[in-house]
Protein backbone atom coordinates (compact mmCIF):
# COMPACT_ATOMS: atom_id res chain seq x y z
CA UNK A 1 0.00 0.00 0.00
CA UNK A 2 1.26 3.31 -0.94
CA UNK A 3 1.62 6.03 1.94
CA UNK A 4 -1.30 9.02 2.71
CA UNK A 5 1.59 11.23 1.03
CA UNK A 6 1.58 9.49 -2.25
CA UNK A 7 -2.32 8.94 -2.26
CA UNK A 8 -2.65 13.05 -1.20
CA UNK A 9 -0.43 13.99 -4.83
CA UNK A 10 -1.81 11.44 -6.94
CA UNK A 11 -5.21 13.35 -5.91
CA UNK A 12 -3.74 16.80 -6.58
CA UNK A 13 -2.45 16.03 -10.23
CA UNK A 14 -4.32 17.72 -12.52
CA UNK A 15 -6.90 15.78 -14.81
CA UNK A 16 -6.24 16.47 -19.03
CA UNK A 17 -9.33 17.74 -20.72
CA UNK A 18 -8.42 15.39 -24.00
CA UNK A 19 -10.91 16.93 -25.46
CA UNK A 20 -10.49 20.55 -24.62
CA UNK A 21 -6.84 20.16 -26.01
CA UNK A 22 -7.87 18.28 -29.57
CA UNK A 23 -10.29 21.48 -30.54
CA UNK A 24 -7.74 24.08 -29.39
CA UNK A 25 -5.41 22.26 -32.19
CA UNK A 26 -8.40 21.43 -34.59
CA UNK A 27 -9.15 25.29 -34.05
CA UNK A 28 -5.83 25.78 -35.07
CA UNK A 29 -6.16 23.54 -38.34
CA UNK A 30 -9.58 24.89 -39.11
CA UNK A 31 -7.91 28.91 -39.18
CA UNK A 32 -6.36 27.54 -42.56
CA UNK A 33 -2.63 28.11 -43.28
CA UNK A 34 -0.40 30.41 -45.84
CA UNK A 35 -0.57 34.04 -45.16
CA UNK A 36 2.62 34.97 -45.21
CA UNK A 37 5.18 35.07 -47.59
CA UNK A 38 8.17 32.74 -48.25
CA UNK A 39 11.45 34.35 -46.38
CA UNK A 40 14.16 36.16 -47.86
CA UNK A 41 16.58 33.16 -46.94
CA UNK A 42 15.92 30.50 -49.43
CA UNK A 43 16.99 27.96 -46.84
CA UNK A 44 14.28 29.28 -44.16
CA UNK A 45 11.75 28.23 -46.49
CA UNK A 46 9.16 25.61 -44.98
CA UNK A 47 8.33 22.71 -45.43
CA UNK A 48 6.75 19.09 -44.43
CA UNK A 49 9.01 16.21 -45.51
CA UNK A 50 7.33 12.62 -45.65
CA UNK A 51 9.10 9.73 -46.89
CA UNK A 52 7.67 7.19 -49.00
CA UNK A 53 8.48 3.32 -48.47
CA UNK A 54 8.96 1.62 -51.49
CA UNK A 55 10.80 -1.31 -51.13
CA UNK A 56 12.40 -3.33 -54.50
CA UNK A 57 10.65 -6.35 -54.09
CA UNK A 58 7.06 -6.46 -53.44
CA UNK A 59 6.43 -2.62 -53.87
CA UNK A 60 2.75 -1.36 -52.25
CA UNK A 61 -0.11 -0.66 -53.79
CA UNK A 62 -0.10 2.95 -54.85
CA UNK A 63 -3.71 4.01 -53.56
CA UNK A 64 -2.49 2.22 -50.05
CA UNK A 65 0.41 4.32 -50.40
CA UNK A 66 -1.21 7.58 -51.21
CA UNK A 67 -3.64 6.79 -48.02
CA UNK A 68 -1.03 6.29 -45.74
CA UNK A 69 0.90 9.29 -46.86
CA UNK A 70 -2.43 11.73 -46.67
CA UNK A 71 -3.42 9.99 -42.87
CA UNK A 72 0.23 10.79 -41.60
CA UNK A 73 0.28 14.30 -42.64
CA UNK A 74 -2.83 15.49 -41.35
CA UNK A 75 -1.83 13.32 -37.73
CA UNK A 76 1.26 15.34 -37.90
CA UNK A 77 -0.98 18.51 -37.58
CA UNK A 78 -3.32 17.47 -34.73
CA UNK A 79 -0.55 15.24 -33.11
CA UNK A 80 -0.85 16.15 -29.02
CA UNK A 81 2.95 17.51 -29.35
CA UNK A 82 1.96 19.89 -32.46
CA UNK A 83 -0.38 21.87 -30.01
CA UNK A 84 -0.28 24.53 -27.18
CA UNK A 85 2.59 23.67 -25.13
CA UNK A 86 3.92 20.58 -27.40
CA UNK A 87 7.52 20.26 -27.83
CA UNK A 88 6.49 20.01 -32.36
CA UNK A 89 4.37 22.97 -31.73
CA UNK A 90 6.97 26.33 -32.58
CA UNK A 91 8.08 24.64 -36.00
CA UNK A 92 4.52 23.18 -36.67
CA UNK A 93 3.48 26.86 -36.51
CA UNK A 94 6.26 28.26 -38.57
CA UNK A 95 4.86 26.15 -41.53
CA UNK A 96 1.36 26.26 -41.38
CA UNK A 97 1.15 29.82 -41.30
CA UNK A 98 3.29 30.58 -43.92
CA UNK A 99 3.32 29.35 -47.63
CA UNK A 100 2.44 25.70 -47.59
CA UNK A 101 4.78 23.07 -48.63
CA UNK A 102 5.52 19.20 -48.79
CA UNK A 103 8.74 17.28 -50.66
CA UNK A 104 7.41 13.79 -50.75
CA UNK A 105 10.75 11.11 -51.13
CA UNK A 106 10.79 7.44 -51.13
CA UNK A 107 13.09 4.70 -48.98
CA UNK A 108 13.29 1.59 -48.57
CA UNK A 109 15.90 -1.01 -46.27
CA UNK A 110 18.25 0.44 -43.87
CA UNK A 111 17.12 4.35 -45.00
CA UNK A 112 13.17 3.66 -44.09
CA UNK A 113 14.47 2.12 -40.64
CA UNK A 114 16.70 5.24 -40.36
CA UNK A 115 13.86 7.57 -41.31
CA UNK A 116 11.10 6.11 -38.13
CA UNK A 117 14.08 7.72 -36.17
CA UNK A 118 13.39 11.74 -36.90
CA UNK A 119 10.61 12.86 -35.16
CA UNK A 120 7.25 12.35 -37.13
CA UNK A 121 4.41 9.97 -37.65
CA UNK A 122 3.92 6.86 -39.32
CA UNK A 123 0.80 5.36 -40.79
CA UNK A 124 0.63 2.11 -42.25
CA UNK A 125 -2.68 1.05 -45.25
CA UNK A 126 -2.85 -2.32 -46.23
CA UNK A 127 0.91 -3.19 -46.11
CA UNK A 128 1.41 0.33 -47.16
CA UNK A 129 3.79 2.77 -45.35
CA UNK A 130 4.23 6.59 -45.19
CA UNK A 131 5.92 8.92 -42.63
CA UNK A 132 5.02 12.29 -42.43
CA UNK A 133 7.97 14.66 -40.58
CA UNK A 134 7.50 17.88 -38.11
CA UNK A 135 8.21 20.90 -40.51
CA UNK A 136 10.71 22.69 -40.57
CA UNK A 137 13.03 25.01 -42.91
CA UNK A 138 14.32 23.34 -46.21
CA UNK A 139 18.25 24.22 -44.96
CA UNK A 140 17.87 22.72 -41.88
CA UNK A 141 16.38 18.84 -43.39
CA UNK A 142 17.81 16.12 -41.04
CA UNK A 143 20.80 14.18 -43.31
CA UNK A 144 18.87 10.96 -42.44
CA UNK A 145 15.74 12.56 -44.60
CA UNK A 146 17.51 14.78 -47.04
CA UNK A 147 20.01 12.24 -48.61
CA UNK A 148 16.76 10.47 -49.72
CA UNK A 149 15.86 10.72 -53.15
CA UNK A 150 12.70 13.08 -54.14
CA UNK A 151 11.66 11.53 -57.70
CA UNK A 152 12.76 8.47 -59.82
CA UNK A 153 10.12 5.84 -58.29
CA UNK A 154 6.45 5.05 -59.44
CA UNK A 155 3.51 2.99 -59.04
CA UNK A 156 1.40 1.70 -61.36
CA UNK A 157 -2.32 3.09 -61.00
CA UNK A 158 -4.67 0.23 -59.19
CA UNK A 159 -8.22 -0.59 -59.02
CA UNK A 160 -8.84 -0.65 -55.22
CA UNK A 161 -12.35 -0.86 -55.53
CA UNK A 162 -15.60 1.10 -53.65
CA UNK A 163 -14.43 2.97 -50.87
CA UNK A 164 -15.37 2.89 -47.09
CA UNK A 165 -18.71 4.91 -46.88
CA UNK A 166 -17.32 5.80 -43.16
CA UNK A 167 -14.08 7.15 -44.60
CA UNK A 168 -13.49 10.02 -46.67
CA UNK A 169 -12.64 9.84 -50.42
CA UNK A 170 -9.72 12.42 -51.50
CA UNK A 171 -10.23 11.83 -55.54
CA UNK A 172 -7.26 12.67 -57.39
CA UNK A 173 -7.22 14.68 -60.46
CA UNK A 174 -6.05 11.95 -62.81
CA UNK A 175 -6.02 14.13 -66.01
CA UNK A 176 -3.12 15.62 -64.60
CA UNK A 177 -1.25 12.34 -64.50
CA UNK A 178 1.11 12.93 -61.26
CA UNK A 179 3.98 10.59 -60.19
CA UNK A 180 3.43 9.12 -56.91
CA UNK A 181 5.38 11.41 -55.03
CA UNK A 182 3.61 14.73 -56.17
CA UNK A 183 0.62 13.01 -55.44
CA UNK A 184 1.33 12.26 -52.03
CA UNK A 185 2.03 15.45 -51.41
CA UNK A 186 -1.50 16.98 -52.48
CA UNK A 187 -3.68 14.05 -50.76
CA UNK A 188 -1.50 15.45 -47.85
CA UNK A 189 -2.73 19.12 -48.47
CA UNK A 190 -6.70 17.54 -49.33
CA UNK A 191 -6.46 16.09 -45.26
CA UNK A 192 -5.31 18.43 -43.64
CA UNK A 193 -8.34 20.90 -45.85
CA UNK A 194 -11.02 18.47 -44.66
CA UNK A 195 -9.88 18.21 -41.33
CA UNK A 196 -10.39 21.82 -41.04
CA UNK A 197 -13.26 22.25 -42.47
CA UNK A 198 -14.84 19.26 -40.67
CA UNK A 199 -16.90 20.25 -37.43
CA UNK A 200 -14.68 19.30 -34.21
CA UNK A 201 -16.91 16.46 -32.84
CA UNK A 202 -16.67 14.54 -37.10
CA UNK A 203 -12.89 15.41 -36.35
CA UNK A 204 -12.36 14.06 -33.27
CA UNK A 205 -14.38 10.86 -34.73
CA UNK A 206 -11.72 10.83 -37.50
CA UNK A 207 -8.99 10.86 -35.26
CA UNK A 208 -10.09 8.13 -33.20
CA UNK A 209 -10.19 6.11 -37.02
CA UNK A 210 -6.54 7.13 -36.85
CA UNK A 211 -7.09 9.29 -40.18
CA UNK A 212 -8.04 6.09 -42.47
CA UNK A 213 -9.56 7.64 -46.07
CA UNK A 214 -9.37 6.44 -49.58
CA UNK A 215 -7.73 7.81 -52.38
CA UNK A 216 -9.19 6.95 -55.64
CA UNK A 217 -8.52 7.99 -59.24
CA UNK A 218 -11.41 10.94 -60.58
CA UNK A 219 -11.77 10.65 -64.99
CA UNK A 220 -13.02 13.77 -66.96
CA UNK A 221 -16.71 13.06 -66.17
CA UNK A 222 -16.75 12.06 -62.47
CA UNK A 223 -13.86 15.02 -61.86
CA UNK A 224 -16.80 17.79 -63.33
CA UNK A 225 -19.30 16.43 -60.64
CA UNK A 226 -16.92 16.97 -57.76
CA UNK A 227 -16.65 20.22 -58.97
CA UNK A 228 -19.59 20.97 -58.59
CA UNK A 229 -19.74 19.65 -54.87
CA UNK A 230 -16.81 21.57 -53.67
CA UNK A 231 -19.04 24.95 -55.65
CA UNK A 232 -21.81 23.78 -53.28
CA UNK A 233 -19.84 23.69 -50.13
CA UNK A 234 -20.12 19.54 -50.19
CA UNK A 235 -15.74 18.85 -50.68
CA UNK A 236 -12.73 20.90 -50.17
CA UNK A 237 -10.16 21.22 -52.91
CA UNK A 238 -6.54 21.60 -53.14
CA UNK A 239 -5.22 23.93 -56.07
CA UNK A 240 -1.68 23.54 -56.50
CA UNK A 241 0.62 26.30 -56.30
CA UNK A 242 2.10 24.87 -59.00
CA UNK A 243 6.11 24.79 -58.25
CA UNK A 244 6.66 21.27 -59.59
CA UNK A 245 4.39 19.14 -62.53
CA UNK A 246 1.38 20.80 -62.64
CA UNK A 247 0.61 24.30 -63.14
CA UNK A 248 -0.52 27.11 -60.83
CA UNK A 249 -3.80 26.81 -59.92
CA UNK A 250 -4.13 23.35 -60.93
CA UNK A 251 -7.44 21.27 -59.05
CA UNK A 252 -5.67 18.13 -57.83
CA UNK A 253 -7.34 16.73 -55.12
CA UNK A 254 -10.87 16.68 -53.97
CA UNK A 255 -11.98 15.39 -50.46
CA UNK A 256 -14.93 14.10 -49.66
CA UNK A 257 -16.20 13.86 -46.43
CA UNK A 258 -17.28 10.43 -44.99
CA UNK A 259 -20.94 9.21 -46.23
CA UNK A 260 -21.79 7.80 -42.75
Aim: proline share 7%.
Amino acid sequence: MGSGLETEEQAEAPVRDEAAEFAARHAELAQGYGGGGDPDDPAMVQAMQMVLHIPKADPPARSALLEAAAAAAVAVCLDPRSGPGGEWEPRYLAWKRSRIRKVARRARGAQWVAAGDVDGVTVEVDGAQARAFVPGPVGEIDQRIRKLQIGGTDLDHDEPGPADPASPVLWVNAALEMSVGKAAAQVGHASMLLAGALPVAAAAAWAEREFRCAVRDAGEQQWAGLVAEVAAGRAVAVRDAGFTEVAPGSMTVIAVPPRQ
